[in-house]
């Protein structure tokens, strides 16, 4: 065999190599959690102004199938799921309008976690979108303060009740906790702009909860009338009560009191969808945090919500929620 011949076969093989690491199915994707459903019918609704407010809200991340995917995010059955904390100033009601936030906002958000990353921001980034983003999601309100020794009983019930919730990211600030110790931190700073939780006036409850009963809806996002996300809530892949163990896991410092929120998660179709091998090929080059900003930054944004825009959620059962993006004070 000639030298030329080995050449070519050892490219043909490195290239079959890297388009097989790139573009492979990811592994280990869970199937949907096994859940009671109940129909809307089977419960009632109160004010949501008739509960306290939240001495915490929680939020927790990839918690669908769909959105995995569309993230290229690796599932690790032995590790927590993303859980962040959102910001009580984030609540807003259908009809509001959301700042969309600008340079200095975003650097400010950075300020608060990396004081480094805020000033490489203010140097090298005059041009600084907040790459806004919408999710729809499943609400849970505690009606009930919980014990930590309830939450290790398999039959315990939840003392819950349901609402609908749009956990709106700035996405720029999230994709500077790439690599981070803080990864989550900036997750929630990401989500914690004023205004950034429209959500349901009304809280559904069920009239016979089990341990594992969700309203299983479709819950659905409309940009400009733009059907952008649809999905039933059964396909999440955590209960209720897996959702409350883990919070407690990540923060056993905090009491879950009556009022607290936990927001479930999105499911696929969202603005930030990048195909897997973009996504794995960022990884081989060892990109950092500022690169994966840069190259999405540099990148096609017409997915993602702009002043003027009007995003409304919606499930099954409860009023649609609309709010509008406005124009913010630090463009």
Request: glycine share 6%; net charge negative.
């Amino acid at each position: 065999m000639s030298k030329k011949t080995i050449i070519f076969a050892s490219l043909i093989l490195s290239i079959l190599a890297l388009t097989y690491y790139l573009f492979r199915p990811l592994s280990n994707i869970p199937p949907p959690a096994e859940f009671d459903c109940i129909e809307i019918s089977e419960g009632s609704f109160i004010s949501m102004d008739s509960l306290p407010l939240p001495q915490h809200i929680y939020g927790m991340g990839l918690t669908y199938r769909d959105h995995l995917v569309e993230t290229a995010s690796e599932y690790d059955p032995d590790i927590l799921p993303p859980i962040f904390l959102k910001k009580l100033h984030t609540i807003t009601e259908d009809g509001s309008d959301v700042k969309y936030p600008g340079r200095i906002d975003i650097i400010q958000a950075a300020a608060e976690l990396e004081k480094e990353v805020a000033e490489k921001l203010e140097a090298e980034y005059e041009d600084l979108s907040p790459l806004l983003d919408y999710e729809v999601e499943l609400g849970m309100v505690l009606l009930d303060s919980v014990l930590p020794g309830e939450l290790e009983d398999e039959d315990f019930v939840p003392p819950l009740g349901f609402f609908i919730a749009n956990d709106l990211s700035a996405r720029s600030v999230l994709i500077l906790g790439e690599g981070s110790p803080l990864r989550y931190d900036y997750w929630g700073a990401a989500k914690s702009f004023q205004g950034f939780l429209p959500l349901s006036e009304s809280v559904w409850i069920p009239n016979d909860p089990k341990s594992n009963s969700i309203p299983c809806i479709i819950i659905e996002t409309f940009v400009n009338g733009e059907k952008r996300q649809s999905e039933n809530t059964d396909n999440m892949i955590y209960t209720p009560s897996e959702m409350l163990r883990f919070i407690h896991s990540k923060y056993p410092d905090h009491p879950i009191k009556k009022g607290d929120m936990i927001l479930t998660g999105t499911a696929g179709g969202v603005a930030i969808a990048t195909p897997r091998a973009l996504v794995r090929l960022s990884h081989l080059l060892r990109f950092d945090r500022y690169q994966k900003l840069s190259a999405k930054l540099s990148s096609d944004q017409s997915r993602f919500l702009k002043p003027g825009d009007k995003v409304e959620i919606r499930g099954e059962g409860f009023y649609p929620v609309t709010v509008e993006i406005t124009e913010g004070k630090n463009q």
